[in-house]
């Protein structure tokens, strides 16, 4: 990966909200239009309940040049791994680094605390993202269902492991 000049990952804050579902509604637009059309039926956009207790519980990472957020991940911890339930880049700046950086970043913090894994899954249908957590060293350990319930879309579960 190459360097991105005065790039920083950090915490993100109450008064981050509005910005954060913006920026994740415009990355998953892609994201939602082909899962939509693998189900055969669009859905609405969710109601980012989940978000405010995120943010309080620092589970809410931003990641740019300071001050300039160029995206945002949101982790948790479970089963002994950190998942990243959910990795959006400002489609303005995707493909300049940033979805890689923001991998290296969480990997570091993922070790920081002792975990020996990050863990995340991505919709079948997208075979662009699963290419892309492939080359940054996830590989595929099963398919399945949505955990919250099926959809009618298998999701690509994977996983990249590491010595701490």
């Known amino acids: 990966m190459k360097a991105i000049p005065d790039s920083a990952f950090w915490s993100a804050n109450i008064g981050d909200a509005d910005w954060i579902d913006g920026i ?11 899962m939509d059309a693998a ?15 995120a943010i309080e519980a ?14 945002v991940a949101v982790l948790k911890c479970e089963e002994g791994a950190m998942w990243i339930e959910r990795l959006a880049v400002d489609p303005a700046v995707q493909g300049q680094g940033w979805g890689a950086f923001a991998l290296d970043r969480i990997a570091d913090l993922a070790r920081s ?28 350990t099963h398919t399945g269902p949505a955990p919250g319930g099926d959809d009618g879309v298998l999701r690509v579960f994977m996983e990249k492991q590491f010595r701490i």
């Open 58 to 71: 620092s589970a809410v990472w931003l990641f740019g040049r300071k001050g300039q957020p160029s995206g």
């Open 24 to 34: 994740i509604g415009d990355a998953f637009a892609d994201y939602a239009r082909i």
């Open 113 to 140: 605390e002792c975990h020996r894994a990050i863990r995340l899954y991505t919709g079948q249908p997208m075979t662009r993202l699963v290419a892309f957590y492939s080359l940054h060293g996830f590989r595929v």
């Open 39 to 53: 189900r055969g039926t669009a859905r609405p956009r969710p109601a980012r309940t989940w978000l405010h207790p």
